[in-house]
C-alpha cells in the first residue's frame, strides 16, 4: 500500500485523542493557536456526515444507502481562519453540527469502516499540505500511528456530565463511551506511547502548557514553543 506523504512526515502532526466531553477539542485549538499549526476536528468530520445523511433520511444501519451517498457526494476539506472545515456538496454545515439529532446519531454512523476510511483519508489529506493538531477518538492509535506526538486528554466522568451540561448539549455520556470503546472498527483506545493528561482539576493553559514542554522534550522540529506560567489562582 502506497505511504501518503502525511506518513513520511508524521513529525508534523500531534495527536489529541480522548472521550467526549474530556476537554480535548479546547486544548487542540488552542495548542494549534500556540503553535501556529492548523486545528483538525475530525469529529466534525463524521458529524458533517452524519448531518449529510440524515438530511436524506438515511438511517445508520442501512450500509448500502450509505455507501451509495458517500460514493455521490462531494466532500471538501478546507481551511478557514486556521481551522479546518468540511463542506458536503459545496454546503457549510458547521451550524447543524450540534444539532440534536446529529448528537443521538453521530456514534452510530462513525463505527462504520467505511465512514472512518472515508474520515481518514481526507484527514492525511489535510496533513499532507499542512503542520497539524488533530483531535479525535484513533487518531494516535490508528490514523497516525507513526507520529511521536501522541497525547490522551481525559476526565472523570462527572465533570464531564458537568461540561455537556454547561454547553447546554444532552450527550448521554456512559453511552458515548460505550459505543466509542466496543465498536469493532478502531475503538477508542490510549496508545501505548501517548502521554496521558487528566483534564479533571486543571486548566486548558496547563494542559497546553504541559503538552507543549512534552514536544519541546520529543524536539518537536522547527517549532519555537513559548510557555506561558501562571499563578495558582490567576
Not at 463511551?177 to 486548558?204: C, E, G, K, M, N
Given at each position: 500500500?502506497?505511504?501518503?506523504?502525511?506518513?513520511?512526515?508524521?513529525?508534523?502532526?500531534?495527536?489529541?485523542?480522548?472521550?467526549?466531553?474530556?476537554?480535548?477539542?479546547?486544548?487542540?485549538?488552542?495548542?494549534a493557536?500556540?503553535?501556529?499549526?492548523?486545528?483538525?476536528?475530525?469529529?466534525?468530520?463524521?458529524?458533517?456526515?452524519?448531518?449529510?445523511?440524515?438530511?436524506?433520511?438515511?438511517?445508520?444501519?442501512?450500509?448500502?444507502?450509505?455507501?451509495?451517498?458517500?460514493?455521490?457526494?462531494?466532500?471538501?476539506?478546507?481551511?478557514?481562519?486556521?481551522?479546518?472545515?468540511?463542506?458536503?456538496?459545496?454546503?457549510?454545515?458547521?451550524?447543524?453540527?450540534?444539532?440534536?439529532r446529529?448528537?443521538?446519531?453521530?456514534?452510530?454512523?462513525?463505527?462504520?469502516?467505511?465512514?472512518?476510511?472515508?474520515?481518514?483519508?481526507?484527514?492525511?489529506?489535510?496533513a499532507?499540505?499542512?503542520?497539524?493538531?488533530?483531535?479525535?477518538?484513533?487518531?494516535?492509535?490508528?490514523?497516525?500511528?507513526?507520529?511521536?506526538?501522541?497525547?490522551?486528554?481525559?476526565?472523570?466522568?462527572?465533570?464531564?456530565?458537568?461540561?455537556?451540561?454547561?454547553?447546554?448539549?444532552?450527550?448521554?455520556?456512559?453511552?458515548?463511551?460505550?459505543?466509542?470503546?466496543?465498536?469493532?472498527?478502531?475503538p477508542?483506545?490510549?496508545?501505548p506511547?501517548?502521554?496521558?493528561?487528566?483534564?479533571?482539576?486543571?486548566?486548558?493553559?496547563?494542559?497546553?502548557?504541559?503538552?507543549?514542554?512534552?514536544?519541546?522534550?520529543?524536539?518537536?522540529?522547527?517549532?519555537?514553543?513559548?510557555?506561558?506560567?501562571?499563578?495558582?489562582?490567576?
Amino acid at each position: 500500500m502506497a505511504l501518503h506523504v502525511s506518513d513520511r512526515r508524521s513529525d508534523r502532526v500531534v495527536a489529541i485523542d480522548g472521550p467526549a466531553a474530556s476537554g480535548k477539542s479546547s486544548v487542540a485549538r488552542e495548542l494549534a493557536r500556540r503553535l501556529d499549526f492548523i486545528y483538525v476536528n475530525s469529529g466534525g468530520f463524521y458529524r458533517a456526515i452524519t448531518w449529510y445523511l440524515l438530511r436524506k433520511n438515511i438511517q445508520p444501519e442501512e450500509n448500502d444507502l450509505i455507501c451509495a451517498a458517500l460514493d455521490a457526494a462531494a466532500l471538501t476539506c478546507l481551511v478557514r481562519d486556521s481551522e479546518s472545515r468540511i463542506l458536503v456538496d459545496g454546503r457549510d454545515p458547521a451550524n447543524h453540527l450540534r444539532d440534536d439529532r446529529v448528537n443521538k446519531t453521530v456514534s452510530r454512523v462513525s463505527r462504520l469502516a467505511e465512514v472512518r476510511q472515508i474520515v481518514s483519508q481526507k484527514l492525511h489529506d489535510c496533513a499532507d499540505a499542512h503542520d497539524v493538531v488533530i483531535e479525535g477518538r484513533d487518531i494516535g492509535s490508528v490514523v497516525f500511528p507513526g507520529t511521536p506526538y501522541k497525547f490522551y486528554i481525559h476526565a472523570t466522568p462527572e465533570v464531564r456530565l458537568k461540561r455537556r451540561a454547561a454547553q447546554g448539549e444532552r450527550d448521554e455520556i456512559a453511552m458515548r463511551d460505550h459505543d466509542d470503546v466496543s465498536r469493532a472498527v478502531s475503538p477508542l483506545v490510549i496508545a501505548p506511547d501517548a502521554h496521558v493528561i487528566d483534564t479533571s482539576h486543571v486548566t486548558i493553559e496547563q494542559v497546553v502548557n504541559e503538552i507543549l514542554m512534552q514536544l519541546r522534550e520529543k524536539r518537536l522540529p522547527s517549532v519555537d514553543v513559548h510557555i506561558t506560567m501562571r499563578a495558582p489562582g490567576e
